[in-house]
């Protein structure tokens, strides 16, 4: 990340209401449903997917390196966030930053960056690389602004190296 970015979050988050939390996340409660819900009236069917896979155990961000966060403002959850082991790289060695989202009344307010930045300290642990997969012109700017690059790959529209011994 360029000196420039780095000082860009650091305003951000200097900005962020000081009540703001992340929480490891162990469970799907009525809280997360209730922001799936708002996810999905937007149009974002992934988090539709998100709440389904879990359900039936397919991904609930349990293997080794992998977690779920939240974000919260006054204890009330406005975005979340995980780490999954990315299951597209035979290898897997190499992380997936997975269904992100952020309430719409805290969008703008550093929530989704401080979430990235959760996220990617767990994954420095395990994944010398964290990919996502966006077809969203304003996430892939959002994602860019945090030090991704542009990939054209299959499922992985944006990558980060998150240490030096990364190939």
């Not at 597209?88 to 997975?98: A, N």
């Amino acid at each position: 990340m360029s000196g420039l970015q780095t000082a860009r979050l650091k305003r951000i988050f200097e900005r962020m209401d000081s009540r703001m939390e992340l929480r490891q996340l162990q469970s799907i409660t009525g809280e997360v449903r209730c922001l799936v819900e708002v996810a999905v009236s937007e149009g974002h069917t992934n988090m539709a997917l998100f709440l389904s896979e879990y359900e039936v155990g397919e991904n609930c961000f349990s293997r080794e390196g992998e977690a779920l966060f939240g974000a919260y403002s006054d204890d009330r959850l406005v975005g979340i966030g995980g780490l999954n082991v990315d299951p597209y790289e035979p290898e897997r060695s190499v992380g997936r930053l997975r269904r992100m989202y952020v309430d719409p009344s805290f969008r703008g307010q550093g929530v989704g960056a401080r979430l990235v930045e959760r996220i990617e300290a767990q994954a420095r642990h395990c994944f010398p690389e964290i990919q996502l997969f966006t077809t969203s012109p304003r996430a892939a700017a959002f994602y860019e602004r945090l030090g991704y690059v542009s990939q054209h790959r299959h499922k992985v529209s944006h990558a980060k190296k998150l240490r030096a011994d990364s190939p």
